[in-house]
């Protein structure tokens, strides 16, 4: 059977379901607040709460994504479990509803700003903290947790790296996100960001998600939807605030003797990193190098791109928890929606049996 043909970009936009591709979830609190204060600032960044549980989740979202990116876990979490669970949303600087102030960004600073919000939600509490970071976002918290280490109940770092500048495939990708400023077709332009984030399998297999008149035809179809529509809205998502978030990006660096003092003072068995084989954004050896300076503070990748899954100990379990995924890319949580949320839950339950082991 033939492979059906992906709507275009005029096709999509008059799809019913177009106008529903960001869901109605309505936060228990939401605003703006004035962070860097002395460091570049006021800089407003845009946040929303959603659910009222005693977990408290910190969603750090990556590279040109807003907060509504978190939707299918935000709902998941903290409205279907809103008892359980109070979820932490926001715009970094640079993008959604937040301000995108013209001057160099870093994931340091983004960082900072991070903890103004959770501080001003008064979450301060020691292992309090389950803090999910993915691409930049996982940068943004690798750099929290140099921060607040004792605040953090759980790690999680999806789809990131613990440095990306003057690497062959960062730069190759970067220019490719790139291009998506530069005028040409809007077709052309999804088709790359969807080649470039997610799996041909995925993309291809009929819309899983719930809908609110009827289903686009695939997954695929509704993503660049989804894309259509943030591009479509230069108040939210432009080039400056772009390529300022990649700046902040592809200068983050943490060192084998960084990630090693993270995984002592967060605790080892407190981190989860989570990487897919096929990723072509942040390819699979930054998921291997980040694990390896976490789980015993080395730093080296042996094969730099290809042929790193074969490596010994890319498949053998330590104390830090590995999720690598041999058929999956970029966006893990998105394609992986009930088994990611799975072994979320799993790890907030054991790491908070943590806290009691420990006198928290």
Same mark, same amino acid.
């Given at each position: 059977?033939?492979?059906?043909?992906?709507?275009?970009?005029?096709?999509?936009?008059?799809?019913?379901?177009?106008?529903?591709?960001?869901?109605?979830?309505?936060?228990?609190?939401?605003?703006?607040?004035?962070?860097?204060?002395?460091?570049?600032?006021?800089?407003?960044?845009?946040?929303?709460?959603?659910?009222?549980?005693?977990?408290?989740?910190?969603?750090?979202?990556?590279?040109?994504?807003?907060?509504?990116?978190?939707?299918?876990?935000?709902?998941?979490?903290?409205?279907?479990?809103?008892?359980?669970?109070?979820?932490?949303?926001?715009?970094?600087?640079?993008?959604?509803?937040?301000?995108?102030?013209?001057?160099?960004?870093?994931?340091?600073?983004?960082?900072?700003?991070?903890?103004? $919000?959770?501080?001003?939600?008064?979450?301060? *509490? %020691? !292992?309090?903290?389950? /803090?999910?970071?993915?691409?930049?976002?996982? @940068? =943004?918290?690798?750099?929290?947790?140099?921060?607040?280490?004792?605040?953090?109940?759980?790690?999680?770092?999806?789809?990131?790296?613990?440095?990306?500048?003057?690497?062959?495939?960062?730069?190759?990708?970067?220019?490719?996100?790139?291009?998506?400023?530069?005028?040409?077709?809007?077709?052309?332009?999804?088709?790359?960001?969807?080649?470039?984030?997610?799996?041909?399998?995925?993309?291809?297999?009929?819309?899983?998600?719930?809908?609110?008149?009827?289903?686009?035809?695939?997954?695929?179809?509704?993503?660049?939807?989804?894309?259509?529509?943030?591009?479509?809205?230069?108040?939210?998502?432009?080039?400056?605030?772009?390529?300022?978030?990649?700046?902040?990006?592809?200068?983050?660096?943490?060192?084998?003797?960084? $990630?090693?003092?993270?995984?002592?003072?967060? *605790? %080892? !068995?407190?981190?989860? /990193?989570?990487?897919?084989?096929?990723?072509? @954004? =942040?390819?699979?050896?930054?998921?291997?190098?980040?694990?390896?300076?976490?789980?015993?503070?080395?730093?080296?990748?042996?094969?730099?791109?290809?042929?790193?899954?074969?490596?010994?100990?890319?498949?053998?379990?330590?104390?830090?928890?590995?999720?690598?995924?041999?058929?999956?890319?970029?966006?893990?949580?998105?394609?992986?929606?009930?088994?990611?949320?799975?072994?979320?839950?799993?790890?907030?339950?054991?790491?908070?049996?943590?806290?009691?082991?420990?006198?928290?």
């Amino acid at each position: 059977m033939a492979q059906r043909k992906p709507l275009t970009a005029d096709e999509l936009t008059k799809h019913p379901e177009y106008d529903h591709t960001i869901w109605d979830l309505k936060p228990e609190k939401k605003g703006k607040l004035a962070v860097a204060d002395g460091r570049g600032g006021p800089i407003n960044i845009s946040y929303e709460v959603h659910g009222h549980g005693p977990r408290h989740l910190v969603w750090i979202m990556g590279l040109g994504g807003m907060k509504y990116a978190w939707q299918r876990q935000t709902k998941d979490l903290a409205h279907k479990k809103a008892d359980q669970y109070t979820s932490l949303v926001f715009d970094n600087r640079g993008i959604g509803e937040s301000d995108k102030p013209l001057f160099r960004y870093s994931t340091s600073e983004m960082a900072k700003d991070t903890l103004e $919000l959770i501080d001003h939600l008064g979450w301060t *509490g %020691k !292992r309090e903290l389950h /803090v999910i970071g993915i691409s930049m976002g996982g @940068m =943004i918290a690798q750099e929290l947790a140099m921060l607040i280490p004792d605040r953090i109940c759980s790690l999680n770092l999806i789809s990131t790296a613990a440095g990306l500048f003057n690497t062959h495939g960062f730069l190759e990708n970067l220019r490719n996100r790139a291009n998506l400023f530069i005028p040409k077709p809007l077709d052309k332009q999804i088709a790359n960001v969807k080649a470039n984030l997610c799996t041909e399998p995925w993309l291809s297999a009929p819309d899983e998600l719930e809908y609110v008149v009827e289903p686009f035809p695939t997954n695929g179809d509704r993503f660049a939807a989804n894309e259509i529509w943030k591009r479509t809205h230069p108040e939210f998502f432009n080039k400056k605030g772009f390529i300022l978030q990649a700046v902040a990006a592809g200068w983050h660096y943490k060192s084998p003797k960084d $990630l090693a003092l993270i995984a002592d003072r967060v *605790g %080892k !068995r407190r981190i989860m /990193v989570v990487h897919g084989v096929k990723d072509k @954004m =942040i390819t699979f050896p930054h998921g291997v190098v980040l694990w390896r300076g976490l789980e015993n503070g080395q730093g080296k990748t042996g094969r730099e791109y290809l042929g790193m899954e074969v490596e010994e100990d890319v498949w053998v379990e330590g104390e830090v928890e590995k999720r690598f995924i041999r058929e999956q890319g970029h966006v893990v949580p998105i394609e992986m929606r009930e088994e990611f949320s799975g072994w979320l839950e799993e790890r907030i339950r054991r790491t908070e049996g943590f806290n009691g082991e420990e006198g928290r």
